[in-house]
T-cell receptor, first 115, second 113 residues
Framework: AQKVTQAQTEISVVEKEDVTLDCVYE???????LFWYKQPPSGELVFLIR??????QNEISGRYSWNFQKSTSSFNFTITASQVVDSAVYFC????????????FGSGTRLLVRP | SQTIHQWPATLVQPVGSPLSLECTVE??????LYWYRQAAGRGLQLLFY??????ISSEVPQNLSASRPQDRQFILSSKKLLLSDSGFYLC????????????FGPGTRLTVT
């Protein structure tokens, strides 16, 4: 069965600290996609990144970076020098590789960045 | 560019009343469409998805239904709301036939009183 686990329910950091959000997935598919979404207090989910299972290169976008490791079935997200605006719920997701094109979401990690 | 609209943004309805939430997508054709519900402080629950006009798949049996009368229109309905239907309803789309990301609308916050 496919599953995404975000074991960290809530993380609180002080501004400018680095923080890593963990994501562990389970799938039997040999090809799959992984995603991260951000849900700020306004509620709308914002797409952050997509990663193909064949591409294990780390990705960096400004203060955001993603570490994909197939060997440990993990796709972790690091925010460097966190800011108050990073406060949100972050969801990791995995594609169902069937005709439904559904995403399997983790339960989310609430990040609170304190000034 | 593609955009997704949802309305209304907020809704307060009494128990037993009907419901109709609408979602439309612009700038793409034959999208996959999805309805999710999020209870307060909880994760995302997929309610319905559609890969084409008139094709609706239900994930959770309940008193809600969905319809896709046009290619880029997705409607969530109920004949009689329950208290447990309160929540944040999100519509999403993805490119038809692809396993790429879903893009979400702004959501509708429904309170059933």
């Amino acid at each position: 069965a496919q599953k995404v686990t975000q074991a960290q329910t809530e993380i609180s950091v002080v501004e400018k600290e680095d923080v890593t959000l963990d994501c562990v997935y389970e799938t039997r598919d040999t090809t799959y996609y992984l995603f991260w979404y951000k849900q700020p207090p306004s509620g709308e989910l914002v797409f952050l990144i997509r990663r193909n299972s064949f591409d294990e290169q780390n990705e960096i976008s400004g203060r955001y970076s993603w570490n994909f490791q197939k060997s440990t079935s993990s796709f972790n997200f690091t925010i460097t020098a966190s800011q108050v605006v990073d406060s949100a719920v972050y969801f990791c997701a995995l594609t169902r590789m069937d005709s439904s094109y559904k995403l399997i979401f983790g339960s989310g990690t609430r990040l609170l960045v304190r000034p | 560019s593609q955009t997704i609209h949802q309305w209304p943004a907020t809704l307060v309805q009494p128990v037993g009343s009907p419901l109709s939430l609408e979602c439309t997508v612009e700038g793409t054709s034959n999208p996959n469409l999805y309805w999710y519900r999020q209870a307060a402080g909880r994760g995302l629950q997929l309610l319905f998805y559609s890969v084409g006009i008139g094709q609706i798949s239900s994930e959770v049996p309940q008193n809600l239904s969905a319809s896709r009368p046009q290619d880029r229109q997705f409607i969530l309905s109920s004949k009689k709301l329950l208290l447990s239907d309160s929540g944040f309803y999100l519509c999403a789309w993805s490119s038809g036939g692809s396993y790429y990301e879903q893009y979400f609308g702004p959501g509708t916050r429904l309170t059933v009183t």
